[in-house]
């Protein structure tokens, strides 16, 4: 985009701050107007149906990848409108089981199913994912058990899958250090021969989620120095929620990160990240990209954080109820239903018999949450080292020691 | 048997190279490791004959580094990864503390990095600012990582191997004002495997007073023992060798037969490695000291300008005067 094009943009963006303004709202411009690089119009954002789920006709930036919608099927399109139902309610319950004492905290993914069923559902079974502390939605698509998530923000384990069972790593809290093991991962992968070899089953790509707050830390620039120059098979997938805890997008960045990637000598996409059709079909031609050996792609899916960033953050303090209105307008479900009505890809059946099945999950988890008992406290000293450690084995030596002598004086 | 006279960074280089013959998922990694073979030149060579997929040039950026070589080793390789010079090291901090030490426990024991983060330690070389810290007990503070520190070529070739061949993740401690000494090294792999890892070695045998040290202040106590045995004083030298775990019994041994301890090393004493020696003694042998334990370390102070190091490293006179104020209880 030309400083000019970028001018407009910010033009752009003043219209729809105005558009902000007439909606009725009250309190501040919502920064991604006043940064002005994403309107409803702007040029670069792919997308496929509109806020109700009609189809939007071939533009310069969604040409690339109408094939790949084209050749999505009523079976496909079924599965992605599960997912973002499913995982609305996962994180629901996440958010409920905190708010009843269950989890210490819960940080909500509500608004941005679409980027991450998007994303997930374009992942091979090969393919690795390393996500923030955020990416549910990525780990139900992965086929981790959604009452594997809630361990360690219930505080019975720091983790508690098995990376490898579904190649989606654990969980990364310090912001933006799981986007430089994802390099590492794909330098390793193209190191195998993993890539290009035009095999699908062994064709390998990584994908590294953070969010717009990630991209101002100095592991996630410097991994895309080091994807740019190793030609590291990797996706990053920035997920724009447009909140960084309490700061906007215009305290993180001037210029975007789908423009920003370019300095890096990395390709960069934005797509809506509300649009299920448009996350799937970019995430799906740049992991191509990566398994064919042609290098690092960066998508910035722009969405938004319906609620808190987690549930110790009271957004009323720094954003307006009208803001988020007007995100509410863009829901994902909304609009992928929406779509499948249009074109007939489910009957009315199929929308109830998903409810049901979701509200079957909520169940089943709550129950895993309430059920799930705190671990023998002297598990605690396993696994620091591989190799048995004579400070560990003392320390844990004097901590049974201790709790035996309540057992003797008969105290529990 | 095998051997020969090497220096200590050409036995790092010769350690290097074996490791990397005998397993071919060790990757080196670092700032400069590749055509110029480091700054130190301790891989020198190794690039011409494994290429660069296996020694790589990585960008300078440190938490880079070892952020990438985290995700290697969770691939299947064991990258061998340098860090320029201790005062460079900082920038991986993070990484190293929040994400290497961690990830074999928080994956319940699912997921292993091994590892190995090797750095130039300590001062005595006339550098410039940031070129010549002894940051060793943030890492020995550390759970989850092992520390190690070399003090001669013999050891650098074993233990540079054994750190590479260890699941854990290490910290590889290199005395860089001790790399050009040079000293015999047996290649053969029977006269290497003696010791482990994490033991410590007895390097002079003394009975008057125990002198414990790793790293560059090895080469300094042994030659305090050699002045203080002139005076007819008997001091026994441990080269430590391991930091985290720390060859505990080994300390205890000698601290009870000679009854006086003293902890030498360059980084500051106060809440240096010598502080928890110190206290371990105490606990574990108090009845047997003749002596409180003492320390000879780096003041508190940032390193000082090269010009005022030598004030600051302790030498053959500080340690003997610990020693004496040991004895005179």
Redesign the interface.
């Given at each position: 985009m030309s400083d000019n094009e970028v001018a407009q943009g910010r033009s752009a963006g003043a219209d729809m701050a105005g558009a902000f303004e007439s909606s009725g709202g009250h309190g501040p411009t919502p920064p991604s107007q006043i940064t002005g690089h994403y309107s409803a119009d702007n040029p670069d954002m792919v997308q496929f149906v509109d806020a109700d789920g009609n189809r939007l006709g071939i533009t310069e930036a969604n040409e690339p990848y109408s094939c790949i919608v084209e050749e999505m099927t009523s079976q496909d399109a079924r599965t992605i409108y599960r997912d973002l139902v499913l995982v609305r309610r996962i994180d629901a319950e996440g958010h409920a089981l905190q708010r009843q004492g269950e989890l210490g905290l819960w940080p909500s993914l509500l608004g941005q199913e679409a980027a991450q069923v998007g994303a997930g559902r374009a992942l091979r079974p090969q393919d690795y994912a390393?996500p923030g502390y955020r990416e549910h939605g990525v780990a139900w698509c992965r086929g981790v058990p959604p009452e594997n998530l809630f361990g360690m923000f219930r505080g019975v384990?720091?983790?508690?899958w098995?990376?490898?069972a579904n190649n989606f790593?654990?969980y990364?809290i310090?912001i933006g250090?799981q986007?430089?093991?994802?390099?590492?991962?794909?330098?390793?992968?193209k190191?195998?021969g993993a890539v290009g070899t035009g095999d699908p089953d062994r064709d390998t790509a990584v994908m590294a989620f953070t969010g717009d707050g990630g991209t101002a830390q100095?592991?996630y620039n410097?991994?895309l120095?080091?994807a740019s120059?190793t030609a590291a098979p990797i996706v990053f997938f920035i997920q724009n929620n447009q909140w960084a805890i309490s700061e906007p997008n215009d305290k993180q960045f001037t210029i975007p990160p789908y423009q920003r990637s370019r300095g890096f000598g990395i390709p960069g996409v934005l797509v809506d990240g509300n649009d299920p059709l448009a996350t799937y079909a970019v995430c799906k031609a740049a992991l191509d990209r990566a398994r064919a050996g042609e290098g690092p792609t960066l998508i910035e899916a722009y969405t938004y954080r319906m609620g808190a960033h987690t549930t110790s953050d009271d957004p009323t303090k720094y954003r307006s109820d009208a803001e988020v209105e007007i995100w509410r307008e863009k829901d994902p479900i909304k609009r992928m239903r929406g779509f499948m009505e249009e074109k007939g890809h489910a009957d009315a059946e199929f929308f109830a018999a998903v409810d049901v099945e979701a509200d079957e999950i909520a169940a089943r988890i709550r129950e895993a949450c309430q059920t799930m008992h705190d671990p023998d406290p002297v598990t605690m000293f396993?696994?620091?080292?591989?190799?048995e450690?004579?400070?560990?084995a003392a320390e844990r030596a004097e901590f049974q020691a201790y709790q035996a002598s309540f057992v003797e004086e008969g105290s529990h | 048997m095998a051997g020969s006279k090497l220096t200590l960074a050409k036995g790092l280089n010769a350690g290097l190279r074996r490791a990397m013959e005998e397993d071919p998922k060790v990757v080196l990694m670092g700032e400069d490791v590749g055509k110029l073979g480091g700054v130190f030149r301790i891989t020198e060579g190794l690039q011409k004959d494994f290429g660069e997929d296996r020694v790589i040039d990585t960008p300078l950026a440190e938490s880079g580094i070892v952020g990438t070589a985290v995700g290697l080793a969770l691939r299947g390789y064991r990258p061998v990864v340098e860090i320029q010079f201790d005062g460079f090291v900082y920038p991986a901090f993070d990484q190293i503390v929040s994400q290497v030490a961690k990830m074999h426990a928080r994956s319940l024991g699912n997921l292993r990095v091994p590892m190995v983060i090797r750095i130039p330690c300590g001062g005595g070389i006339g550098a410039v600012e940031h070129h010549s810290e002894s940051n060793e007990a943030y890492f020995a503070h550390t759970a989850g990582l092992r520390v190690v520190s070399c003090s001669n070529a013999a050891d650098a070739y074993w233990m540079i191997q054994q750190a590479i061949q260890t699941d854990d993740p290490v910290i590889f401690f290199e005395p860089k004002r001790r790399y050009h000494e040079r000293g015999q090294v047996e290649v053969d792999r029977d006269a290497g495997a003696d010791l482990g890892l994490y033991e410590s070695r007895v390097v002079r045998e003394g009975t008057d007073a125990t002198l414990l040290c790793y790293g560059p202040m090895v080469k300094t106590c042994l030659q305090a023992a050699d002045a203080a045995a002139e005076e007819g004083r008997s001091l026994e030298v441990i080269d430590l060798r391991t930091l985290s775990p720390l060859d505990l019994p080994a300390i205890l041994d000698s601290v009870r037969k000679t009854g006086h301890a003293i902890v030498v090393h360059e980084a500051q004493t106060f809440v240096g490695l010598g502080a928890e020696i110190a206290t371990l003694i105490q606990q574990e042998a108090f009845y047997h000291l003749e002596a409180p334990v003492l320390r000879v370390g780096g003041y508190n102070i940032p390193y000082p300008p090269s010009r005022h190091e030598e004030h600051f490293l302790p030498d053959l006179d500080r340690v003997l005067d610990a020693v004496d104020r040991s004895l005179e209880y």
């Open positions: 390393f384990n720091n983790g508690g098995d990376s490898n790593h654990l990364t310090v250090n986007m430089l093991h994802g390099t590492g991962y794909a330098m390793g992968v190191a195998d100095g592991d410097e991994a120095v080091f120059v396993d696994n620091i080292y591989v190799e450690h004579p400070v560990v | -």
